[in-house]
């Protein structure tokens, strides 16, 4: 076990191999994300489209890859969110737009939910029969969506009750949602077929007519769709982080091999900041439930008085407060049960205050303006090293995840030798 370790907090995520926890240095410019918005509905409506353009590319590449159930399975978890999400900025981009100063107190009132955004709108392109057909759908929306977070971390039981081993047919799901959003993109530019030409707009009406104006539409089978299943824990999380992952990687990717590919460079940094939060989550989670006292014993032997061994932290999107607490101690546990350099840890906490400074409550890279409407200030972001410091940083509890399996394997074969039966499987 001793030597894996150097694999897991590994801390060189620049080109030259130096050591680096900074996202401000070392990259091309061309990388650097710069906050140049005209107004706060231009940016709501610029992060409203790069998220439906990085859906699109996402739903492009689970068609293209449709015979894999790994990425038919995980990888529409974050495309459906960023659907979603996309149609919520773009109807408070009208809003604003509409409303100015009034729109901060009609965001707090709707939250987050579409049907009421939708009804705080004087509409002056769609015709009442459209209208209506938009109402219809973002009220089925809301009724099992109504925080926008259904697709952010594992499904809630109400969820999972009535979904769990049914498929999605994620094209046909794509082709409703872009039917609403160019009608909306159409009331905020008052420009036609900017989004969708109009062939296209037949053949997504004509997949409405036949399919339902329905926000799940379900296939017949699971070949090359989406099966809502998740592993037997008491937080699922497994598909959303490997989900979340690979359309990580496909952005980052593609942002690479694209020289105007900066019109996703939001979500791709929600995805990696998103994936740091759930991997922190998950690892907590089963990590506590197995060693708790032992780790609040090992944390107030070594004076972090921070430390809290209850749930609470399931509801904390900062991850350098409870989150970041509640994994160092559990990865000092680790350290110390295999032997492993408790100073690489150290640096782990570095990293992790580093995308703190980038976006401290997952907000910056959902909404580009806080609960008053006043625009975020950012620092210096280099997406490149950004994403790969996340990534690093994700695989961490991740990687440590697998040692812990190990050491329950080591605990089964023990048990199995000292009492020659299966080694006590009810442990876990």
Not at 65 to 70: G, K, N, P, V, W
Not at 169 to 183: A, G, P, Q, T
Not at 347 to 355: C, P, S
Request: hydrophobic share 35%; net charge negative; proline share 3%.
């Amino acid at each position: 076990m001793n030597s894996c370790f150097d694999d897991i907090l590994l801390d060189k995520i620049s080109a030259d191999g130096e050591v680096t926890t900074c996202v401000g240095v070392g990259s091309s410019p061309k990388f650097r994300f710069v906050f140049t918005f005209s107004s706060v509905d231009n940016a709501l409506y610029e992060y409203s489209k790069q998220y439906y353009n990085a859906a699109k590319l996402i739903v492009g590449m689970i068609v293209e890859q449709s015979r894999r159930h790994e990425v038919t399975d995980q990888c529409p978890i974050g495309m459906l969110y960023f659907l979603r999400h996309s149609v919520e900025l773009m109807l408070k981009a009208i809003i604003f737009k509409q409303a100015k100063s009034r729109a901060s107190q009609l965001f707090s009132d709707c939250k987050h939910e579409l049907t009421r955004l939708k009804n705080n709108i004087n509409f002056q392109t769609l015709d009442k029969a459209e209208l209506a057909k938009m109402t219809s759908y973002f009220s089925e929306i809301d009724t099992i969506d109504p925080a926008g977070d259904l697709f952010r971390y594992p499904f809630n039981e109400d969820f999972l009750r009535t979904y769990h081993n049914r498929f999605f047919d994620i094209y046909d799901m794509f082709c409703l949602y872009s039917l609403y959003f160019e009608d909306l993109n159409y009331e905020y530019t008052g420009k036609p077929y900017e989004i969708l030409d109009l062939e296209t707009i037949k053949q997504m009406n004509d997949i409405r007519e036949k399919r339902g104006n329905l926000f799940i539409i379900e296939a017949t089978h699971g070949m090359g769709y989406f099966m809502i299943w998740e592993p037997n824990y008491d937080y699922p999380s497994y598909n959303q982080i490997e989900g979340y992952g690979k359309i990580g990687k496909y952005l980052y990717n593609h942002m690479l091999s694209d020289q105007n590919a900066m019109d996703i460079c939001v979500p791709l940094m929600f995805t990696y900041r998103h994936l740091v939060e759930i991997s922190m989550k998950n690892f907590i989670y089963h990590i506590l439930d197995h060693f708790r006292d032992k780790i609040e014993s090992l944390a107030q032997k070594n004076g972090d008085s921070n430390f809290k061994s209850f749930r609470s932290y399931m509801r904390c999107h900062e991850i350098h407060k409870k989150l970041l607490d509640n994994v160092e101690a559990s990865l000092r546990y680790l350290a110390t049960e295999f032997n492993w350099p408790q100073e690489r840890i150290n640096t782990y906490r570095l990293q992790i205050e580093e995308i703190k400074m980038c976006d401290k409550n997952s907000e910056k890279f959902r909404y580009p303006i806080d609960k008053s409407c006043s625009f975020f200030e950012y620092p210096t972001i280099y997406v490149d090293s950004f994403c790969k410091l996340c990534e690093q940083c994700a695989e961490i509890p991740d990687n440590c995840s697998y040692a812990f399996e190990d050491m329950k394997d080591w605990y089964y074969d023990m048990i199995a030798d000292c009492y020659g039966n299966d080694g006590g499987s009810d442990w876990c």
